[in-house]
């Protein structure tokens, strides 16, 4: 059993900036990929971005390409969602989620919420 805990939610202004963390409850460097959803209200859930084990190779939206960058700390066990030039588009609960070999695991989500 993975536990993922996010962190770093709020209220930002358009062109703001947000840095989200996940905290695993495991040594991450076991997990296959590390994972950033979203979900807008009325909306699908939407990958944002993945970073994979070992190389640590990430995929992003094209929608948050150039804005958002996934990175990881195996000393912390976190993955970070670093999120600059926000726009109202970005608002959205932002799922955290891992795999570990044929199993997917979820955080709890936080709130993003882009407005002036």
């Known amino acids: 059993q993975v536990h993922l805990v996010e962190s770093g939610g709020g209220l930002v202004q358009p062109g703001g900036s947000l840095k989200l963390s996940c905290a695993a409850s495991?040594?991450?460097?076991?997990?296959?990929?590390m994972g950033w959803f979203r979900q807008a209200p009325g909306k699908e859930r939407e990958l944002v971005a993945t970073?994979?084990?070992?190389?640590?190779?990430?995929n992003y939206a094209d929608s948050v390409k150039g804005r958002f960058t996934a990175t990881r700390d195996y000393a912390k066990n976190t993955v970070y969602l670093q999120m600059n030039s926000l726009k109202p588009e970005d608002t959205a609960v932002y799922y955290c989620?891992?795999?570990?070999?044929?199993?997917?695991?979820w955080g709890q989500g936080t709130q993003v919420t882009v407005s002036s």
């Open positions: 989620n891992a795999g570990e070999e044929a199993v997917i695991y």
């Open positions: 495991i040594n991450i460097f076991r997990l296959t990929f």
């Open positions: 970073i994979r084990g070992g190389g640590g190779s990430t």
